[in-house]
């Protein structure tokens, strides 16, 4: 079974950073795609930055420049470095791995940004 833990949310300031991690259970080299989604009250989830299995990122135009995603496979983590937060950055996170068709979640951590 496929797990996917994150942690790594919390309150801070505007212009503040935060570091997310998404565990998995085994090893992360079987995910051929891994990214960070953000989700706001009422709305869909959005895609924020992903991470192919070559390292190939991309990043939505509202955070380029200010998050950076890594993966670890040696630590089976995928991260996303925060810089440079703002309010409208504050969201419930979700970690997202894809093994072939299948679409794995994580249960979401909470990054507020306060103003």
């Known amino acids: 079974q496929v797990q996917l833990v994150e942690s790594g949310g919390g309150l801070v300031q505007a212009g503040g950073s935060l570091r997310l991690s998404c565990g998995a259970s085994g090893s992360i080299r079987r995910f051929s795609f891994m990214g960070w989604y953000r989700q706001d009250p009422g709305k869909q989830r959005e895609l924020v930055a992903s991470?192919?299995?070559?390292?190939?990122?991309n990043y939505a135009d509202s955070v380029k420049g200010r998050f950076t995603i890594s993966r670890d496979n040696a630590k089976n983590t995928v991260s996303l470095q925060m810089n440079s937060l703002k309010p409208e950055d504050t969201g419930v996170y979700y970690c997202?791995?894809?093994?072939?068709?299948?679409?794995?979640w994580g249960q979401g951590t909470q990054v507020t940004v306060s103003s």
């Open positions: 997202n791995g894809q093994i072939g068709p299948h679409s794995y």
């Open positions: 991470i192919g299995s070559t390292g190939i990122t």
